[in-house]
């Protein structure tokens, strides 16, 4: 069997489909009834190879981008998740977002429509996972701007307006962060502000103060790390001792990372010790926002084995990684790469 048969096989029987009912979709599909068990058998079984223009009519059947079948059909099997969010963005990009049908439709916008604008916020830092920032920066980019429209043109209330500049101040930290990774700095300084008055506006100090903790590392990265420095501190200081643990954690690395950039080893080592601190006062009812998923005790080693080697020492990072068993690849990658002007290919935090 073929990589490319394997993956037609595999595909179809997670639809639940029979070879005949692949076949039927595909005659649907072209409008042609070429196209029977016995065809589709021969492809899986590898004694044919569908042509490029069947290849088309599978990507459809299956659900999968046609690049998937062209790899598979030269012989490289793609990652079956990257396949999955690489369909996923491309959905989001031809799919209209409803909260521009809203707009036009002059609707006033309910508790319900702003989670579900809030949701797709979050279903977008998640695809992070799968994607590169800059296939990202197009969905990004509409997001924010569909959610600024709807804040100007729908009608809402005190309630749901503050949940919608909440949406619009995440999707803002979402778009500094891809054109930041992209070198744009002055775009994403721009957007990180922009989101911070939204954060501001809605209430909400964990939000804004998370902007300006990004624009902070923003900053360190490009060598302002005195100024960086002081940023961040602000950014811990206002998000407010009553913010979540896992929300000063978080801001409290990269106040850390700030001050080890700077040359403060004092200052990086007491904020590295108040962010284990903060991690471990979280408790399970603490109402922790979602853009705090990513951060783990996992991260939280890495980041501490950066700052300490960017002080100039790598034996105090050393021990660190080793105690909380990462992966040996991960602690190549990240504690001994050289700090770069931006860190290309960060996840979205």
Do not use: F
């Not at 070198?183 to 957007?191: G, L, M, N, S």
């Amino acid at each position: 069997m073929s990589a490319l048969g394997k993956m037609i096989t595999d595909l179809r029987e997670n639809r639940g489909w029979s070879q005949g009912r692949l076949a039927a979709a595909l005659c649907d599909l072209s409008g042609r009834d070429t196209v029977n068990r016995e065809h589709v058998s021969r492809w899986e079984h590898g004694r044919r190879r569908p042509g490029r223009y069947w290849l088309g009519y599978l990507a459809t059947a299956l659900a999968v981008p046609l690049t998937t079948l062209e790899l598979a059909d030269a012989g490289e099997v793609p990652d079956p998740r990257t396949a999955v969010a690489l369909r996923t963005a491309h959905e989001w990009l031809i799919a209209e977002p409803p909260q521009l049908t809203e707009t036009r439709s002059g609707r006033r916008i309910g508790a319900a429509q702003a989670g579900q604008i809030y949701q797709r916020v979050a279903e977008l830092r998640h695809l992070d996972d799968h994607l590169p920032c800059h296939d990202l920066e197009p969905l990004a980019i509409r997001e924010y701007d569909a959610i600024a429209t709807i804040l100007t043109g729908c009608s809402y209330s005190e309630s749901t307006g503050r949940s919608l500049l909440t949406s619009l101040a995440e999707a803002a930290q979402i778009c500094g962060w891809i054109e930041s990774d992209a070198a744009h700095h002055a775009q994403a300084e721009t957007r990180y502000l922009d989101g911070v008055r939204a954060g501001q506006d809605a209430g909400d100090r964990a939000v804004a103060a998370n902007l300006l903790s990004c624009l902070a590392y923003q900053w360190t990265n490009l060598g302002k790390a005195r100024d960086a420095g002081l940023l961040a501190a602000t950014a811990l200081h206002g998000a407010g001792a009553d913010a979540a643990p896992v929300v000063r954690a978080l801001l409290g690395e990269r106040l850390a990372y700030a001050r080890a950039h700077a040359g403060d080893r004092d200052g990086a080592a007491r904020a590295l010790d108040q962010v284990d601190d903060d991690y471990e006062a979280r408790s399970p009812g603490d109402h922790e926002p979602e853009w705090t998923y990513w951060l783990d005790r996992d991260e939280i080693t890495v980041m501490a084995a950066r700052c300490w080697t960017r002080l100039g020492q790598p034996a105090q990072a050393a021990p660190l990684i080793a105690d909380n068993h990462l992966g040996a690849s991960r602690r190549t990658a990240d504690w001994r790469a050289q700090e770069r002007p931006i860190d290309q290919g960060a996840r979205i935090t």
